[in-house]
């Protein structure tokens, strides 16, 4: 009886389908830094960052418990969404819920302590899932650029500093905080849906990553130039929240009308807005120590020369503006810090170093009103020229220090610790 002949046939194993796969969404890749969905996912990370670090908090002590909660979280939910690419949309989506229920919920409360939970924490968990995914997107769509991009969404900080607050005023004396509380969970859910839905990711989840957790490099953490770029960026953030908590009390102390101090801090904003831009586009060209130091300059200037010697209106609104433009900028710089620390030896992730300078923004936001406070009691120049014979003398000479030490990392680069 005669023998069937017998074919071998070698399929094709699982992974090298995968691999397959791979090679097809590469070749399929939209172009980066410009295209209709990189500037959609552009506008909707800008829309989520005025929502989120824009929301309506009457008292002081709800925005910076949301506040300090969004920037010392950030490296949770950075690690989250980088571990598992393919739920940033459902995170979005969940923290969207998450944070108008927390503004509905707000509105019905009658004590401090329920609108610390509800505003100030239940907000900040929600706010964070809500906006954090965006940062990822962005890093995909954006490289020769990254800096700009980045600092085109972080004008919805400065943003949002200039039309909330008016707006806040107006719904709170015309209908009270209840309405005006559950007139912006509205807003959030109108404008923030869409937002989502444009933050299209540009690099697919591959079949292989699906199942699994990816990789997260740490070994920027073990060498010198991330903690001096950690260092610069907690002690400019000491300074950073000082003159919008303060500068409405001390135009008012300085004999200033009352418009003048709301005045500034909304000059503040607006400057901050071309701030983040110009910050992001020196980035972009230059290395980011040369940016940081621009940022300095610029900040050490407006604080000693400007605000020290304010004691009329004039010089008060030249100093906001100058200070906006390089200290309110000074966030522009995070993405440029993540690019100098990238090597060919390692995988990092553009928004993982963002999230942990959030965490030194979050130290700033903490403990500036506290070293503030204190800092008023102390008066050695009393009698002195200007304003630094006032009661902010002290605190004007603090900002200015704790500024100039934000300028660590050039130092660092000219001993080629960088």
């Not at 509105?107 to 899932?129: D, I, K, P, Y």
């Amino acid at each position: 009886m005669n023998k069937r002949n017998e074919v071998d046939i070698e399929l094709p194993s699982l992974q090298d389908l995968s691999l397959e796969e791979e090679a097809r969404d590469v070749a399929t890749l939209p172009p980066v830094d410009g295209g209709k969905d990189a500037w959609l996912a552009l506008a909707g990370a800008f829309t989520l960052e005025t929502l989120v670090w824009g929301q309506p908090a009457g008292i002081a002590a709800i925005s910076t418990t949301a506040t300090a909660i969004m920037f010392i979280s950030a490296p949770a939910i950075a690690l989250f969404v980088q571990r598992y690419p393919r739920l940033r949309r459902t995170s979005s989506l969940l923290g969207l819920v998450v944070t108008v229920a927390s503004l509905l919920a707000a509105s019905f409360c009658n004590s401090t302590a329920g609108l610390l939970a509800t505003q100030g924490v239940l907000f900040a968990v929600g706010g964070l899932f809500l906006y954090f995914p965006a940062m990822y997107v962005i890093d995909e769509w954006f490289v020769a650029r990254k800096g700009l991009a980045f600092g085109i969404v972080w004008t919805g900080t400065g943003a949002s500093g200039v039309v909330v607050p008016w707006l806040l005023q107006w719904l709170l004396s015309d209908y009270g905080f209840r309405t005006a509380l559950r007139v912006w969970a509205v807003v959030v859910a109108i404008l923030a849906l869409p937002s989502i839905w444009a933050l299209k990711n540009r690099l697919p989840v591959s079949h292989s990553a699906r199942g699994t957790l990816r990789r997260v490099d740490w070994t920027f953490l073990t060498a010198a130039p991330f903690w001096l770029f950690q260092f610069g960026n907690v002690t400019m953030s000491l300074a950073y929240f000082l003159p919008s908590l303060w500068i409405p009390s001390f135009s008012r102390d300085m004999g200033m009308p009352s418009f003048s101090g709301p005045l500034a801090i909304c000059l503040i904003n607006v400057a901050a807005c071309a701030g983040y831009i110009l910050q992001g586009q020196l980035v972009d060209r230059y290395h980011v120590t040369t940016a940081i130091f621009v940022s300095v300059a610029g900040s050490v200037i407006s604080i000693f020369l400007f605000w020290g010697f304010a004691t009329s209106q004039p010089m008060l609104y030249i100093f906001a503006l100058i200070w906006g433009l390089t200290g309110g900028g000074f966030t522009a710089n995070w993405a440029g810090c993540a690019s100098a620390l990238k090597t060919s030896s390692n995988s990092l992730d553009t928004s993982m170093v963002i999230s942990l300078m959030c965490v030194g923004k979050g130290i700033g936001s903490v403990v500036t009103g506290p070293i503030s406070e204190q800092l008023l009691q102390v008066a050695p120049w009393r009698g002195a020229p200007f304003a630094y014979g006032s009661q902010y003398g002290a605190l004007i000479v603090f900002t200015g220090a704790t500024a100039m030490l934000g300028g660590t990392a050039c130092l660092g680069r000219v001993l080629k610790l960088l």
